[in-house]
Nanobody
Framework: QVQLVESGGGLVQAGGSLRLSCAAS????????MGWFRQAPGKEREFVAAITWSTGVTTYADSVKGRFTISRDNAKNTVLLQMNSLKPDDTAAYYC?????????????????WGQGTQVTVSS
């Protein structure tokens, strides 16, 4: 089992940057894929990025490619989401998620463990 706690959200102007953190505890040593999703009011939760913990290989949604970077810090058991060139459309609650396996799935139903979410608001 995996427990996840997000931090780092906040209010930022368009064009600015934020870094989200997801502290993971439990069985994360191998065979885990970590993902970030987001959900805006009135919209479905959507995939943002994923990383295979053991290899560091990543996958991104087209909407964030080139602006967001997902990474992991093995020593701190933490997954990071660096968000640059933020746009008002990036405003959402951001959720960290985890699944056992090697595939960096992009569907929310493929992830078994979720954090409580952290709010990101980008003003124009």
């Amino acid at each position: 089992q995996v427990q996840l706690v997000e931090s780092g959200g906040g209010l930022v102007q368009a064009g600015g940057s934020l870094r989200l953190s997801c502290a993971a505890s439990g069985r994360t040593s191998s065979g885990v894929v970590m993902g970030w999703f987001r959900q805006a009011p009135g919209k479905e939760r959507e995939f943002v990025a994923a990383i295979t913990w053991s290899t560091g290989v990543t996958t991104y949604a087209d909407s964030v490619k080139g602006r967001f970077t997902i990474s992991r810090d093995n020593a701190k058991n933490t997954v990071l989401l660096q968000m640059n060139s933020l746009k008002p459309d990036d405003t959402a609650a951001y959720y960290c998620a985890a699944r056992y396996g090697s595939s960096r799935r992009t569907e929310k139903n493929d992830y078994d463990y979720w954090g409580q979410g952290t709010q990101v608001t980008v003003s124009s």
